[in-house]
């Protein structure tokens, strides 16, 4: 039995006082690795975000992050760390310890002093997820990770979320229009369907997906 | 490797810095103590404060904007501060042109421009935009500042197209104490919020997700430059392009664009490309006036950026 980590009941999701998606309800348990996806505009983002406002725990890397030149991968990570960081944007030695550790474990250690304007989108992609195991994140919330990715770097940072979630317990969600790779690398899938419903299962992925394509269907919710 | 291109790129500045400050101040000749403590010191001093104060805003405009091409002569700023400093002198008479009431007339006046800036950022996508908008709001600002010249007398209106020409050799001792405060309050408020200048470069939303907040940052850094770029603009006049150019040159000496580095070899850039602003119009056959050397040397560096790094 998976430790749970955040029960969500009955939230209603919006844009600027217009629901998006109501009715939301689903489980977040430790190494949970969670594929959201639906249409363009169907509240992907804004339930991320509202995920994000719950808690300190939950961290989002938000998608499009401008590669600035003139930082190191390394620098970039701390940079993201900013609650953690003092005025002069040191980490404690522990936290850096806890840097090295995420370079480590995701692979990019040893481009940890280039420039980040030279690193693949794949690798950047990566930086942003070091940031969010440096800020200690129990649950890890991606906006559409693998978009502007080719194949290999797709399936580098999906493989590298499963093992996160495999390895360390992390808990991550991901939203995604690249429904194939997505699937494989999940343990559950959450669909915002065509017809504004919220849907999520373990046990029945391929029909959860299913659902952003399909109108008028009845509600499944877990 | 980093430190040591570090280390020697803090000694060159440091030995070009010293070796401009020592040839402003004895390229005229005689070392007379009077003619040194009265004119040359003043000039060069100023010259230092006021390279120093525009450079460092205009690093911080360019962060907070995400503008390469960002300061405040472009985004309207200057322009705030000279209509400031036209008031003061205009209406308040000769006597009003010299002390810390113009300093205050030109940092309001910044102000108002820098918070029409800030309001409008938000809207414009497209970093082209907002520097239109600042070219714009400078030309309108600059035709009320032409309009009240009709209405003043002859002896303010001489004041006034002196300063607008910019120099460095009107200043008093007072005066620079005023920008000397400024430039030290400016860099502190600068440097508490370095951290913050470097997350928001890589956007509103990632500063926002790691918990930063950047309308703070932003509103920090605009309150800075209102402060440098007010005491700059009253005493040595509407002076532009050190502001662009020396964050681009301190960003590339040193190779980094972290803030914790960027800002303080921005503030020694600036200094650089002042006093040999100045020392360029002093040891021209014919007086030159400052405003047009920073022109004629900062704007083959700025088309230089344009043609490297397109904004537009």
Known sequence: MKETLLKIRDLTIGHKGKPLCSGICFDICKGDCIMLCGANGSGKTTLLKALTAMSEDIVMIPTGIPKTGGF???????????????????LSVQDEKTLDNALHQLGISHIADQDISTLSDGEFQKAGIASALVRKASILLLDEPTAFLDAENRIAVLRTLRELCDGSGTAVIFSTHDLHDGRNAATKVCAIGADGIFRSSEDDMDGVIGSIFRRNETRNRK | MKSRRN??????????????????????????????????????????????????????????????????????????????????????????????????????????????????????????????????????????????????????????????????????????????????????????????????????????????????????ALMSCCIMTGAATAFCGPLGFAGIVAPHIARAAFGTSAHRTVLPATLMTGAIISIGADLISQLSPAPVPIASTMALVGIPIILYILIKKPVL
């Open chain 2, 7 to 220: 280390t020697i790129a803090c000694i060159s500045g440091i030995c070009i810095l010293a070796v401009m400050v020592i040839a402003d101040l004895f390229c005229g000749g005689s070392a007379d103590f009077e003619i040194m403590s009265r004119l040359r010191a003043p000039r060069t001093v100023t010259a230092l404060l006021a390279g120093a104060a525009l450079a460092l805003s205009g690093a911080q405009m360019q962060s907070i904007f995400r503008n390469p091409l960002a300061d405040p002569h472009i985004m309207g700023v200057s322009a705030g501060a000279s209509l400031g400093a036209a008031v003061a002198t205009m209406v308040g008479g000769p006597a009003a042109g010299s002390g810390i009431s113009t300093a205050l007339a030109a940092f309001i006046g910044a102000a108002c421009s820098a918070m029409i800036i800030l309001a409008v950022s938000r809207k414009f996508r497209h970093a082209a935009t907002l520097l239109i908008f600042g070219i714009m709001l400078g030309f309108i600002v600059n035709a009320i500042v032409s309009i009240l010249q009709f209405t003043t007398d002859a002896e303010s209106l001489k004041i006034f197209y002196s300063w607008s020409a910019g120099s460095f050799s009107t200043s008093t001792w007072p005066q620079i104490f005023i920008m000397l405060g400024a430039v030290i309050i400016g860099s502190a408020i600068a440097f508490s919020s370095r951290k913050g200048l470097d997350i928001i470069l890589f956007g509103d939303e990632f500063a926002e997700m790691a918990g930063a907040d950047t309308s703070r940052i932003r509103l920090s």
């Open chain 1, 72 to 90: 190191t991968l390394k620098e970039f990570v701390r940079i993201g760390c900013y609650r953690q960081t003092d005025m002069g944007g040191r």
